[in-house]
């Protein structure tokens, strides 16, 4: 009698485990932070985190977050001489470690690997498809691009492929 009470009891931990297991699996995969939509500048509109806040430094957009420190984020909205843009495309050049992305058939969307001097480790680049040769990463002519610096790589890439900007 004993015996069968422990199998009883094995099995429900067992059955136990499994459900609370694939509900903790469900949770986490139906995870969505909670985002505003705001027209940040009149040539931006978009998504990020409820809890960051926002301060406008000239051309540069710094979202800050008090609670998670991977939802920290500058946009820049550079002049394709920039310096800055300039060291991460020749960054991009010779490691040869990034992706090169259509944001919609009128942008690309560079991503890539790069530490700077403000500590951020992904950056993703927005660029007229008519003003750059994705070939030879060089521009053909002066443009404007957005520049999202952040350290999470997947923030970085959704927000900027989620982001409208005019260019």
């Known amino acids: ?3 069968y009470m422990n199998k009883k009891i094995e099995y429900l931990i067992i059955i136990t485990s499994i459900i609370l297991l694939i509900y903790g699996s469900y949770s986490f995969m139906d995870y ?3 985002e505003k939509e705001r027209n940040v500048t009149d040539s931006i509109t978009m998504y990020y985190p409820s809890s960051s806040g926002y301060e406008i430094n000239g051309n540069t957009v710094e979202f800050r977050n008090s609670m998670y420190d991977f939802y920290n984020m ?3 909205r550079l002049n ?3 310096s800055k843009l300039t060291n991460l495309l020749n960054h991009f050049a010779n490691v040869n470690q990034g992706t090169v992305d259509y944001k919609n058939e009128s942008c690309y969307l560079l991503t890539m690997e790069f530490g700077d001097d403000k500590g ?3 950056h993703s680049i927005i660029i007229p498809v008519d003003s750059f040769d994705k070939d030879k990463l060089s521009f053909k002519n002066q443009t404007t ?3 999202f610096d ?3 790589r997947e923030f970085v890439l959704d927000t900027a492929f989620n ?4 260019l």
Not at 163 to 166: D, G, H, L, T
């Open 145 to 147: 691009v957005y520049l």
């Open 163 to 166: 982001s409208k900007v005019v």
């Open 32 to 34: 969505k932070y909670m």
């Open 1 to 3: 009698m004993g015996v």
């Open 80 to 82: 394709s001489s920039d």
């Open 150 to 152: 952040g350290n999470n």
């Open 120 to 122: 951020f480790k992904y």
């Open 74 to 76: 500058d946009v820049s």
